[in-house]
């Protein structure tokens, strides 16, 4: 029984009055709440309605909500408590409106309906309750199990906000960033506060980045909820009431976008819509990296480096942390370790080494240092509320931390690489920007920020404070570049942190559950909308054996970013630091890591055009498949490669669940059918991993650095199907943004086969001319004799099968079409 009082703002629910007592100790507990009775606000009837283009206002005479049509699929939400909205800016959302085929409000008898021609929300008149529903199947997808609330909040001002949804019949929740544990999130409440979580553990939350947006699947329909909002929040899957889910805030505005599927992938794909894709990398950052707290003196950093090339291990770039620096003075260098960076810098690129470098956003204390001395200068440091300046203990010492939120010291931070940009740094490792401060952990609440001069504490703005100090070094490294492509890596981050690089799940630990947890690690960070992301290979801490190390190679070899890196007070760690085996092993992974680059290449311009992520979790690929709801060991890397890492020690085969269709053992090239489980062998030479008949995956030799050989061929590997399959290869210059102007080329392959006769049909789009001539195929698992192929009607005369029964031959790659025939 609920009761409205007069004014119909206040509802107090009888049969919950043990709840409220409870809330009420709860809140009284907390110190910061300290001794305010809370009361919460509820949503009633609906009373108003007012139209605005694609925009819709409820109001209950006093609240109000904004239904925003953004797209044919997605639905914003926002509430007013007292009927005036917040400014409406996000970090997260470059631009809201999309394109909308139609949309119309309907009054019901009982409710008002908002609808697209895919998806309705319905707003309940008697309690202001909103459901979104898929057209087509009248299925609803998400519904409110009490109307959005909220409470006041005395101390600081605005409200804690609050929203409440049925958990639907065996829903399922994904996605949220970067969370540690199980990816299948029901059952279980999450925090959302950038932390420096050192040597975290299996569910230890919160982490270092914030991305309030999760998955729910039920009935083998998914559906999205990006809740925009940058405070510190928190996410409830089912875990207080097995029939709920909620979300709230410590502050800001409840504003949530609602993100039709039905399908998992659609959802990531339209979140990406909403915050954006990445950019794509420069084609080096595909490649291995190398990194170390810390490799110096210069000695040893050629060393290492050296140490690649003539053990024939290929490596892209190897890393300076803290210690190159003078002081942990961020843009300086330690000269007596570095005497001459710039001419290091070009003896690494000689052998094809990049060199990455650290930055850290404490700046240290020191009137004789010109960072300090220019940023001091400009007021671009972050004051506390009675306008002391923020101090804390980092790396340097006393530190003060440039505002990231104000547009000036963004422009100005990222005008300060010029020296380093100049020397030949190729990319930017941003650091400890969760913000991160020894002994307090991080800022106080009242440090304030510009927060793009829509002003905040640090309640606000501390969840995006990395993803603005990344966004103001890609932008001033792609300044200062001259439009290459910057490559930038960050420790922390928001929703959106993608459209400025790469990320890193932190400070890891050399033990096997970390394998595991690294790699669901990364899946969730896919299902986030972040593609470009790894763990460090081997542990940060702790000690790893060669047995580990090298099922942990294996697993980054798939891994979108692949770096390794161990804390300075472990022992050596570069790929041969364990000997045989492992040294000939981590090097023929590191091969294959190469001589897929392409095939990953092109599935990273599918990310970035299309918002498909690089990696797919089972549940991804397999949504009606109730099973995958649990799966989180095995992945699809792009659409045709499917990898399951060995995660246990001493393991040496596995059971690996194949979805639907025909999959190759990569290294068999035996056909299986999936839909079951199997038993795949994986001594520790190998590790599981197929392929999807009808692919075409694309390879290069091994090379020892990308960009080392000019090539004049491209292999394509073609796995035979009978039944149609489409491929994408993409290639363009690797290093500049000309892809923005259509110079690229992207080829589209597809396969069919029959019993005797196997077609490859080519089209290209794009106005990049690659600069080789010919492909060498190699066609796996053709099932009958081969008598003929023609090219285009012309014949192709060499063509021999091996051993292995594979089909090799060469043609032009201009190519429409090429046809293999039986007779
Ligand atoms: C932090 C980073 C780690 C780095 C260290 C020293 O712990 O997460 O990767 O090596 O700081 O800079």
């Known amino acids: 029984m609920e009761e409205i009082n007069e004014k119909g703002k206040e509802i107090i629910d009888k049969e919950n009055i043990q709840e409220i007592v409870e809330e009420t100790i709860q809140h009284l507990n907390n110190p910061v709440n300290d001794l305010k009775p809370i009361v919460k606000r509820y949503l009633s009837v609906v009373a108003k309605v007012q139209t605005e283009g694609n925009k819709f206002y409820f109001s209950d005479g006093e609240a109000k909500v904004e239904i925003r049509v953004v797209s044919d699929e997605i639905i914003r939400v926002r509430l007013a408590p007292h009927g005036v909205f917040l400014a409406d800016f996000s970090y997260a959302v470059p631009v809201v409106d999309q394109k909308v085929t139609a949309f119309q409000l309907e009054e019901k008898e009982d409710h008002y309906a908002v609808s697209t021609p895919v998806i309705t929300c319905k707003i309940r008149k008697i309690d202001f ?32 906000v609050f929203a409440t949804k049925k958990c639907m019949p065996e829903e399922n929740f994904f996605g949220l960033g970067d969370k540690s544990g199980n990816l299948n999130l029901r059952g279980r409440r999450f925090q959302n506060w950038n932390t420096d979580a050192y040597s975290f553990g299996w569910n230890q939350d919160p982490l270092y980045r914030t991305i309030p947006f999760y998955t729910g699947l039920h009935q083998q329909a998914a559906y999205g909820i990006f809740f925009d909002n940058t405070f510190r929040s928190y996410f409830d899957f089912g875990k207080e009431d097995y029939n709920k889910t909620s979300f709230w805030s410590d502050g800001g505005e409840l504003q949530y976008y609602y993100i039709h599927g039905p399908h998992v992938m659609d959802v990531v794909k339209r979140y990406q819509s909403v915050t954006g894709t990445h950019p794509m990398p420069p084609k080096w950052a595909l490649g291995f ?86 940023g001091k200068e400009n007021n671009f440091f972050c004051r506390r509320s009675d306008d002391y300046y923020m101090e804390g203990h980092v790396w340097p010492g006393r530190c003060q931390f440039p505002d990231f939120t104000n547009p000036k010291v963004r422009e100005w931070w990222g005008g300060l690489y010029k020296e380093l940009v100049e020397m030949g740094v190729a990319g930017v490792w941003n650091d400890m920007n969760e913000p991160a401060v020894f002994g307090s952990g991080t800022f106080p609440n009242d440090v304030r920020h510009n927060f793009d001069g829509f002003r905040g504490s640090h309640r606000k703005a501390h ?26 890596i960050t420790r922390a981050g928001y929703a959106g942190m993608q459209r400025y690089g790469s990320v890193w799940t932190g400070d890891n630990v050399a033990t096997w559950e970390h394998l595991k947890m690294g790699n669901i690690q990364c899946q969730r960070m896919a299902m986030s909308g972040v593609p470009f992301c790894g763990t460090d290979i081997g542990g940060f801490s702790g000690e790893p054996d060669g047995e580990l190390f090298t099922r942990w190679i294996q697993l980054g070899t798939f891994a979108p970013f692949m770096r390794a890196h161990s804390a300075g007070d472990t022992a050596e760690r570069e790929p041969w630091s364990f000997g045989e085996p492992f040294t000939s092993i981590n090097r023929k992974f590191i091969e294959l890591r190469y001589r897929l680059l392409p095939y990953l290449y092109s599935v990273f311009w599918e990310h970035h055009r299309y918002g498909f992520p690089i990696l797919r979790p089972m549940v991804m690929l397999e949504q009606e498949e109730m099973s995958n709801n649990y799966r989180e060991d095995e992945f699809g890397y792009g659409d045709k490669i499917l990898v399951c890492p060995i995660l246990e020690q001493g393991a040496i085969s596995r059971m690996v669940y194949l979805p639907k269709g025909q999959w190759y053992n990569f290294w068999t090239h035996e056909l299986l059918d999936g839909g079951s489980e199997q038993h795949i062998e994986a001594s520790i030479e190998t590790m599981p991993l197929f392929v999807k008949a009808g692919a075409v995956i694309p390879e290069y030799p091994v090379m020892q650095y990308v960009g080392e050989k000019t090539l004049d061929e491209v292999m394509l590997n073609v796995y035979f199907a009978d039944y149609e399959v489409k491929s994408f290869f993409f290639e363009d210059h690797g290093d500049t943004f000309a892809y923005e102007q259509d110079i ?52 192709i005369k060499e063509f021999y099968v091996d051993k292995g029964g594979d089909l090799h031959f060469k043609s032009s790659k201009n190519f429409n079409v090429i046809k293999i025939f039986t007779s």
């Open 129 to 160: 309750c909103i459901s979104f529903v898929e057209n087509l199947s009248q299925q609803v997808m998400s519904e409110d199990a009490e109307p959005m609330h909220w409470e006041e909040n005395v101390d600081f001002g605005g409200y804690y």
């Open 463 to 488: 969840n995006v404070y990395g993803t603005q100090m990344m966004r103001s070094t890609y932008d001033g490294l792609k300044k200062l570049m001259r439009n290459k492509r910057p490559f930038t």
């Open 289 to 374: 990296h190398q990194c170390r707290w810390s490799y110096y003196p210069e000695k040893k950093v050629k060393e290492i480096a050296e140490g690649f090339r003539s053990r024939n291990i290929p490596c892209d770039a190897i890393y300076l942390d803290i210690d190159y620096m003078d002081g942990y003075r961020c843009f300086t260098w330690n000269k007596t370790h570095f005497p001459d960076p710039k001419k290091m810098i070009k003896e690494l690129l000689d052998i094809g080494m990049k060199t990455v470098v650290m930055i850290d956003p404490g700046i240290k204390v020191d009137d004789d240092y010109w960072v300090f001395k220019e």
């Open 744 to 795: 690229y080329s992207e080829k589209k392959f597809i396969v069919k086969g029959d019993t005797k006769t196997l077609l490859i049909e080519q089209t290209t789009e794009g106005l990049y001319t690659v600069t080789y001539e010919l492909y060498n195929f190699n066609i796996i698992g053709i099932p009958f004799n081969v008598k003929r192929i023609t090219a285009d009607d012309q014949e």
